[in-house]
């Protein structure tokens, strides 16, 4: 049985990322096991790991679900974060993207539902 989900976002500089993803995640990480590594608890199951791995770093793609796109977007930018345009799918899905410093794709989704 799978207990737990961990999306990871490979960086070149665990420095400059950490201080991005603090502001993004709006906290600072939940644990640091090694230099190369912090990690975030972002649901009850779901973890976010930012791993410095420079030959991969930029091509990841995360994606969260929110209850309140536009709010979690005021938020952002409130930190100083430029999220991009809400952007409506099918079936009453929103989304919208940033970038992390490396190009790495995070993606927040409203109107989510795990059955369609």
């Known amino acids: 049985m799978i ?3 961990l ?3 490979a960086v070149t ?3 400059v990322a950490r201080s991005w993803y603090e502001r ?3 906290r600072p990480p939940t644990n640091e096991p090694m230099p190369t590594l912090v990690e975030w608890r972002v649901t ?4 976010l790991q930012v791993f410095v791995d420079p030959e991969r ?3 990841g793609f995360v994606n969260f679900a929110v209850d309140d796109l536009e709010g979690f977007r ?3 930018i409130d930190r100083g974060l430029a999220p991009g345009p809400v952007v ?3 079936k009453g899905v929103q989304f919208s993207s940033i970038d992390d410093p490396d190009g790495n794709r995070i993606t927040w989704i409203g109107g989510f539902r795990p059955d369609y």
């Open 3 to 5: 207990d737990h989900v």
């Open 7 to 9: 999306a990871v976002s």
């Open 13 to 15: 500089d665990i420095g």
């Open 24 to 26: 993004l995640l709006g």
């Open 44 to 47: 009850a199951s779901g973890w």
């Open 57 to 59: 770093a930029g091509s």
């Open 74 to 76: 005021a938020d952002l």
């Open 88 to 90: 409506t799918a099918d």
